[in-house]
């Protein structure tokens, strides 16, 4: 990050109700606001220490760092998802003020001399002469932003970025339609400030981007204590969600779908924890691999998550309105980033794209003179040295236990009971129902994920099952019931 780099932004303040109305900025602040967007979640959850308020993502991410190596295909796979890359991380390297820390255009090579054999963007993945690759190198990278026209975003012209992020041209239609939206009537409440904008600020921006609907007010006019806590944010963002309708794409064409046994308490209408294969482990894990635009246009601009759909739509409008994007290659990158190479997962059923995977050309100094060699990026994720893509993330042939909140561990009898005794539910009266996810069930998971505490209990809750499996009883009522413990199969 560029320690002490401050930017300059000017704010229009409403003095009397202390609040931001819009920020003028030119394209360095807008740059930095739409980076947002390129960014994978697990690396939203690492800047912000596990604080993120993004529903049980933190927890996510901590199961990924407590799950010992040997849980999953590689020791590399926890790197992937503690660390994911950002394919514009080259490009953000261009930002004034940076977001994410990582250095993109580093690379490892296992020792040996002369560049014949493979690299990865992980250290630690297995070379194909059966090496460790950990040497790190700096890859040459031509896409490396150049200039002073900006990342994202080109031209000269200054912006107006309302106090939930909308980001338009400066024009006086576009302050008087602010100053109406706010009812602002009386021109002299309003006054000019000027603020600086440093690494911390724009971390706390991210975050506040993702909680709330006015993070300038929260960071430039309130007192740090001010501002609500994260779990309040989450309260009001669940009453929102009964509202929004996520729209699912067709799932017709799915065919791949995930088994899952489920634990109930229907006493308190809680699904206890979930005993799991590593498809659904898979499928959690790799949430964390995922940009955060990619979410959005996943979940339509519907993810409830503070004012970022805001931002997600201002690139439509700054794109499609007044070609202000410097590339349709950089419209891509934050309205439909992919994952880097080899992230992708074989079990995880949502449509993501992939980027391919990358070679490097080495010269070679020989008696003939220089020859030309190539070296390829390899999958981290293969126990065998490879550049197939696909694999998995987590081990395979083993059952996980994943609670409500999203822990996720190797299954284990007593953990269970731990489990059970911190819901303070009877151990005889938890229930087996078994459900079965394809792509909606898991876009149900990932907004979930995003936005709640409770997450199998959200998407599989025990009123729903029980309303299923009447039905299904209704169904088959020639039929004899099968004795025991009653068993739902649930498609959502
Ligand atoms: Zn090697």
């Known amino acids: 990050m560029s320690g002490s780099m401050k930017l300059s932004l000017k704010l229009l303040v409403d003095k009397e109700k202390s609040r931001v109305v819009f920020a003028e900025s030119d394209k360095d602040f807008v740059d930095i606001l739409f980076s947002f967007l390129t960014l994978p979640i697990g690396t939203i959850v690492r800047l912000l220490g596990k604080k993120s308020s993004l529903g049980a993502m933190d927890r996510l991410y901590e199961s990924v760092e407590n799950l010992d190596a040997r849980y999953f295909q590689t020791a590399p796979c926890k790197t992937m998802l503690l660390r994911p890359r950002n394919v514009s991380g080259v490009q953000c390297e261009g930002l004034a003020l940076r977001v994410d820390d990582l250095e993109p255009l580093v690379y490892y090579r296992c020792p040996k001399k002369g560049f014949t054999c493979g690299f990865s963007s992980v250290p630690g993945v297995r070379c194909p002469c059966g090496q460790v690759m950990e040497v790190p190198f700096l890859a040459n990278n031509l896409d490396r932003a150049e200039g002073s026209d900006g990342v994202f975003v080109r031209g000269p012209t200054s912006f107006l970025v309302s106090d939930d992020l909308s980001v338009r041209p400066v024009s006086t239609d576009a302050s008087l339609a602010l100053f109406q939206k706010l009812g602002i009537e009386d021109g002299s409440v309003l006054q000019e400030r000027n603020v600086e904008l440093g690494a911390q600020e724009v971390l706390n921006l991210l975050k506040r981007?993702?909680?709330?609907?006015?993070?300038?007010?929260?960071?430039?006019?309130?007192?740090?204590?001010?501002?609500?806590?994260?779990?309040?944010?989450?309260?009001?963002?669940?009453?929102?969600i009964t509202q929004t309708r996520v729209k699912y794409r067709s799932t017709a064409t799915d065919s791949k779908r995930i088994n899952v046994k489920l634990f109930l308490s229907k006493e308190s209408d809680k699904v206890v924890y979930a005993e799991a294969r590593e498809d659904l482990v898979d499928q959690l894990f790799s949430f964390l691999t995922f940009p955060l635009g990619s979410i959005l246009k996943l979940l339509d601009k519907h993810s409830s998550l503070g004012c970022i759909d805001n931002l997600y739509e201002s690139v439509e409008l700054l794109s499609n309105s007044y070609n202000y994007m410097k590339s349709k290659e950089c419209y891509d990158m934050l309205l439909a980033p992919k994952l880097p190479p080899y992230f992708g997962c074989d079990n995880q059923l949502l449509d993501i794209g992939e980027m391919c995977s990358q070679t490097i050309k080495v010269g070679h100094q020989s008696l003939d003179g220089i020859k030309t060699k190539y070296s390829y990026e390899m999958n981290p994720k293969l126990q065998t040295s490879g550049t197939e893509t696909g694999g998995g993330f987590a081990k395979g042939m083993m059952t996980f236990m994943v609670t409500d909140e999203m822990e996720v561990t190797p299954l284990s009898p007593i953990s269970a009971v731990h489990v059970i005794n911190k819901l303070m539910v009877p151990i005889n009266g938890l229930e087996e129902a078994h459900a079965s996810l394809g792509e909606a069930e898991a876009l149900h998971l990932l907004r979930a994920c995003l936005i709640s505490r409770t997450v199998l209990s959200d998407v599989f809750s025990p009123s729903l099952l029980t309303l299923l499996h009447e039905r299904w009883c209704c169904r088959n009522r020639s039929k004899t019931l099968p004795q025991g413990h009653p068993t739902t199969s649930l498609q959502l």
């Open 209 to 240: 981007s993702l909680v709330s609907k006015r993070p300038l007010t929260d960071i430039f006019l309130q007192e740090p204590d001010m501002i609500d806590d994260a779990d309040k944010s989450l309260k009001s963002m669940m009453a929102v």
